[in-house]
Structures are given as structure tokens and as C-alpha cells.
């Protein structure tokens, strides 16, 4: 089993890492389709908080290597490591967007080039959301290496990622509302898929057993977690819904949106803890 350090910083890597990526990318697409001069530094100016919640969750995520030193041996692998590739997909990610950011702020930024910048950007999210999925195909531990995994990592990236999207828009103070729509309905279609999912995976767990545990008992209160997950997933669903509808002010909005952005990425983050409580080995 790992340690609750190790469950807790991995687990935040997992849900903020990920979401971060996917808010990212949809401020990129609002960036590619703004009309005019302002809107588009002022969406370059919030890129700033996809940036940092997925950096947040990358340092997070650097406290269980131990020493930095380790870092060197976690490179080394690239290519036929899948945790190689997901630390490698989430530097070059990291990478991008925060230089991005920091060029936006020259006087003279190229359009063209910062569309190129972006494209650049959406695809290495996406590879950070592909590459952090397929981390746990580990066929010593029958607890992770199941479809389940890679799919409950997506649709937690789609469930709290696209919230996160909305609050950056309005910190962006940009309207777009058949973006801003689409958000929402992602988000909620990756609530719905990913209840079934995380419950077909608590089903799963009775009849995985070594040695000495059963998968069951690594994690008792996991179905438990998976409706809380469900529960706060649609409050965070029903707020962002509203924080969309017209007639209202915008610091009502943007309350909504941080309150939905909070209830998404805690619903997420009770299920990848017990994820990580799972880990148990084929032996002892």
C-alpha cells in the first residue's frame, strides 16, 4: 500500500494537473476565436490560472520522488516508462504554457505566432490528459491495471477541467456562450460516465485478493466516496449551469463558477485518494 503522503500528493497531482490541461485548453480555443484586440490579452493575462493549478499539482506530485535527485532517474526512462512519458508530457506542458504566458506580456506578440504557440499548447495538454492516464498500467498491481483506470482519469479531467474553463473566461471577463455551453454539458456527461465508471470499479475490487489483503478492504469507504463524488459533482454541475444564464451580474458568476470549480475538483480528489489506497501487488 502507499503511504497517506504519497496517496495525498499523488492525488492531487492526478485531479489538479490534469484539469488544469483541459482548462487550459479551452481558454486556448476561446483565445483562437476572440474578436478583437482586448479580449485576446485578457485571455492571454488568464492563462495564468490553468498555469498554476497544474504547476501546483506538479510540485505536489515532486514530493514523492523524496530527494530532486530522483527526478534524473524518473527522465531516464522515457519512451518505455509510462511514468516516464507522463512526467516528460507534463514538463513540456508546463513548459509551454508558462512561456506563453510570459510572452504574452511583450508589447509586439505576433498573432500568428501565438496561435501556433497555442495549437502547440492544446496538443501537449491533451498528451499530459493521455500520458497521466496510462501511468498506472502496471500489471503487478491488478488493483490499477484495469480499464477503469485511464478511464476514470480522463473523465475526472473532463469533469473538472471544463468548469475550471468557465471560471477562466470570467476571469478573463470574455463572454462566449456556445463555448461556455459546451463546457457545461462536458463536464456533466463526464459526471454521468464517470459515477458508472469509478462504480464498476468498486465492483471490481471483490474479487481481487494476494496474499494477504482483499481490494475491498485496502479501501472500505470507496462506494462511499464514489456518491459523495456524484454528489458533489452535481452541485458543481448546477452552478456552473447557472453561472451561464444571462441575467445576472457578473460577481454572481464568477462566484458560481469558483464554487463549482471547488466542488468538481473536490469530487474528483476523494476518488483518487482511494484510487491510491488501492495499490496492492499480486504477492506480498
Known amino acids: 500500500m502507499t503511504s497517506g503522503f504519497d496517496a495525498f500528493s499523488l492525488a492531487l497531482f492526478t485531479t489538479l494537473a490534469p484539469a488544469g490541461a483541459v482548462a487550459f485548453v479551452a481558454l486556448a480555443l476561446a483565445r483562437l476565436g476572440a474578436a478583437g484586440r482586448e479580449a485576446a490579452m485578457r485571455l492571454d493575462r488568464a492563462v495564468a490560472l490553468p498555469f498554476s493549478i497544474a504547476l501546483g499539482g506538479f510540485i505536489a506530485?515532486?514530493?514523492?520522488?523524496g530527494t530532486p535527485a530522483n527526478a534524473l532517474h524518473v527522465?531516464?526512462?522515457?519512451?518505455?516508462?509510462?511514468?516516464?512519458?507522463?512526467?516528460?508530457?507534463?514538463?513540456?506542458?508546463?513548459?509551454?504554457?508558462?512561456?506563453?504566458?510570459?510572452?504574452?506580456?511583450?508589447?509586439?506578440?505576433?498573432?500568428?505566432?501565438?496561435?501556433?504557440?497555442l495549437l502547440f499548447g492544446i496538443g501537449a495538454g491533451c498528451m499530459l490528459v493521455v500520458c497521466t492516464s496510462l501511468a498506472y498500467a502496471v500489471r503487478t498491481v491488478p488493483t490499477?491495471?484495469?480499464p477503469f483506470t485511464p478511464a476514470n482519469l480522463v473523465l475526472g479531467a473532463l469533469l473538472a477541467g471544463p468548469i475550471l474553463g468557465l471560471l477562466c473566461l470570467?476571469?478573463?471577463?470574455?463572454?462566449?456562450?456556445?463555448?461556455?455551453?459546451?463546457l457545461v454539458i462536458i463536464s456533466f456527461g463526464a459526471l454521468i460516465a464517470s459515477t458508472i465508471i469509478l462504480g464498476m470499479h468498486a465492483e471490481s475490487l471483490n474479487g481481487i485478493a494476494n496474499n494477504e489483503y482483499t481490494?475491498?478492504?485496502?479501501?472500505?469507504?470507496?462506494?462511499?466516496?464514489?456518491?459523495?463524488?456524484?454528489?458533489?459533482?452535481?452541485?458543481?454541475?448546477?452552478?456552473?449551469?447557472?453561472?451561464?444564464?444571462?441575467?445576472?451580474?457578473?460577481?454572481?458568476?464568477?462566484?458560481?463558477?469558483?464554487?463549482?470549480?471547488?466542488?468538481?475538483?473536490?469530487?474528483?480528489?476523494?476518488?483518487?485518494?482511494?484510487?491510491?489506497?488501492?495499490?496492492?501487488?499480486?504477492?506480498?
Open 61 to 65: 506530485s515532486a514530493t514523492h520522488l
Open 75 to 117: 527522465f531516464s526512462g522515457i519512451g518505455r516508462s509510462p511514468l516516464s512519458n507522463e512526467v516528460l508530457a507534463a514538463v513540456t506542458f508546463l513548459l509551454l504554457a508558462g512561456s506563453y504566458w510570459m510572452a504574452s506580456f511583450k508589447e509586439r506578440f505576433p498573432d500568428a505566432l501565438a496561435r501556433l504557440w
Open 144 to 146: 490499477w491495471d484495469t
Open 170 to 182: 470570467e476571469a478573463a471577463r470574455v463572454q462566449a456562450r456556445g463555448l461556455e455551453t459546451a
Open 215 to 284: 481490494a475491498a478492504s485496502l479501501a472500505p469507504h470507496y462506494e462511499t466516496a464514489v456518491v459523495a463524488h456524484f454528489a458533489l459533482g452535481a452541485l458543481g454541475a448546477g452552478a456552473a449551469a447557472w453561472s451561464i444564464r444571462r441575467a445576472q451580474s457578473r460577481r454572481l458568476a464568477m462566484s458560481l463558477r469558483i464554487a463549482a470549480s471547488a466542488l468538481m475538483l473536490l469530487a474528483v480528489f476523494i476518488t483518487r485518494i482511494g484510487f491510491y489506497h488501492l495499490h496492492m501487488t499480486v504477492g506480498f
